[in-house]
């Protein structure tokens, strides 16, 4: 149900433990059982951290630039961070442009070799992911788009 959810943009859904009596306040009978929606998005620049990363920016597919889902800043250890730093030092590309330039960029620009699992509650009015979270990192394999090939995963 969840998924069906997910597919129609809704939020979540809300539901009362058959059990409780009804009130209308703010209770333990209520549940709010929000959706969550995954993607894997191409990784197109990072935000260092004296061990790794702190964030990877998240991008879209363009034909002339690409644009900007995002960033993900969270779902990873202090371990998988380094491991997704030294899996993108080896893409870095100094000449990245974006259709729109990012106010106060920090990143460090990598070429789209790489693709991101992420898992996110929703895509916001300007088109970035609001909530999301890292679940693994992939490489383009070569001879499809499709092929990806797994480096790095989270167990959540």
Do not use: M, P, V, W
């Given at each position: 149900m969840r998924n069906e959810l997910g597919k129609l943009n809704f939020e979540g859904i809300v539901s009362k433990n058959a059990q409780a009596p009804y009130r209308s306040d703010r209770n333990e009978g209520w549940l709010k059982i929000k959706t969550v929606q995954k993607g894997r998005f191409p990784v197109i620049g990072f935000v260092k951290d004296p061990t790794g990363v702190a964030a990877l920016y998240l991008g879209k597919a363009r034909r002339e630039r690409p644009g900007l889902y995002g960033k993900v800043g969270t779902g990873w250890s202090r371990t998988v961070s380094s491991q997704i730093r030294k899996q993108l030092d080896t893409v870095v590309s100094p000449r990245f442009k974006l259709t729109r330039p990012i106010k106060k960029p920090k990143a460090v620009w990598v070429e789209p070799s790489f693709v991101a699992d992420v898992e996110y509650?929703?895509?916001?009015?300007?088109?970035?992911?609001?909530?999301?979270?890292?679940?693994?990192?992939?490489?383009?394999?070569?001879?499809?788009?499709?092929?990806?090939i797994r480096l790095v995963s989270v167990i959540a």
């Open positions: 509650r929703d895509i916001t009015a300007e088109g970035l992911l609001r909530q999301s979270s890292f679940k693994g990192l992939f490489r383009k394999a070569e001879s499809s788009r499709e092929n990806l």
